[in-house]
């Protein structure tokens, strides 16, 4: 069907797919629910999903289990839990600490949450959250992946810390596998159906950008409160799908730039000022983080967060 035939139904569908063939949508009509393309398009497929404001990518023949299972479940009455990314705006600006510190400050007003990684080159999130090592699945037994997960067997395979569960790379310096865009896409339907809130720590490798990030149903972006990381976080604001986004800013003192300026200059609104805590470097590489998510300063910071991200309590 072309894309006139199609205008009827059109926003009354519970999915609209588009192929990569379509390059503007009809007028007064809502983004399409994913764009269908191979992966011979390379980055161009992106690119297009971001100008007809595509909400999810398939990259076929390789999703094509992923959306069989998306499409089986468009009807269902429950969307599932809500996917919130957070990306730095630049490098050391504290995305992995916050958002570990949102799932502590979410597990303890009883939330189901689990934290995913997205960086495999961050060296496992997990080391910064125990320095022991708990049983559970990391990403690597995931490789495998083909269609959807049980939702009930992926919640209890992962490792739980401070409330949370979390699906980490290892930290190891052992080679991985690593899971294909359609695995990737199943671990987070899977999520979505086990947990009430995710929270991925999406990276700023182009890899998180292009996978992760479009599965996300609104981003929090970090920056430090310095121009230098102000003018790095407006290119990856611009790299980022066309989807609610929310300022983040850490940093005080005589160099800081306003963080109400930052928020306007971007054009998003500000959610949230991350205290600067001292310790947390060293604390993080002790696996200590959750101690300082336990302080008055944090609690205050990420319960204002997660309220002003659609009231979750």
């Known amino acids: ?58 990259v076929l023949p390789e999703a094509a289990a992923w959306l069989a299972e998306h499409l089986s479940m468009a009807g269902s009455p429950d969307p599932g839990g809500t996917v919130m990314g957070i990306i730095g ?14 799932a502590q400050a979410a597990a303890g007003q009883g939330i189901s949450t689990v934290l995913i990684d997205g960086d495999r080159w961050g060296g496992g999130l997990e080391l910064a959250v125990t320095s022991q090592e708990i049983p559970g699945l990391r990403w690597p037994d995931f490789a495998e992946t083909r269609g959807s ?51 991925v720590d999406i990276g700023r490798s182009g890899e998180g950008l292009a996978t992760l990030a479009w599965d996300c149903d609104k981003i929090l972006l970090l920056t430090q409160a310095h121009l230098r990381s102000a003018v790095a976080a407006t290119r990856v604001l611009n790299e980022l799908p066309p989807i609610e986004a929310g300022l983040l800013v850490r940093g005080s ?9 930052i928020a306007e200059s971007l054009g998003l609104p ?13 604390g993080t590489e002790m696996g200590r983080l959750l101690e300082f998510g336990r302080r008055k300063a944090v609690s205050r910071f990420a ?6 991200n659609g009231g979750i309590q």
Not at 165 to 186: F, I, K
Not at 303 to 308: I, N, T, W, Y
């Open 1 to 58: 069907m072309d894309v006139a035939g199609a205008v009827h139904g059109w926003d009354t569908a519970d999915v609209v797919l588009v192929g990569s063939d379509v390059r503007e949508l009809p007028p007064r009509r809502r983004a399409p629910t994913v764009l269908l393309g191979k992966a011979a398009e390379g980055d161009g497929l992106w690119r297009l999903a971001a100008s007809l404001g595509a909400e999810r990518v398939a």
């Open 149 to 199: 997960i049980d939702p009930s067997q992926f919640r209890d395979s992962l490792p739980v810390a401070g409330g949370f569960a979390y699906l980490s790379w290892p930290g190891t310096r052992e080679q991985v596998h690593v899971p294909a865009a359609d695995a990737v896409s199943a671990v987070v339907d899977a999520a979505r159906r086990s947990f009430e809130l995710i929270i």
């Open 303 to 308: 319960g204002s967060v997660l309220e002003l």
């Open 270 to 282: 500000l959610l949230g000022l991350l205290p600067e805590i001292r310790g947390v470097a060293a």
């Open 253 to 261: 003192g005589t160099t800081s730039v306003d963080a109400a300026m």
């Open 89 to 102: 705006g630049s490098g050391g600006a504290g995305a992995t600490t916050t958002a570990i510190w949102l």
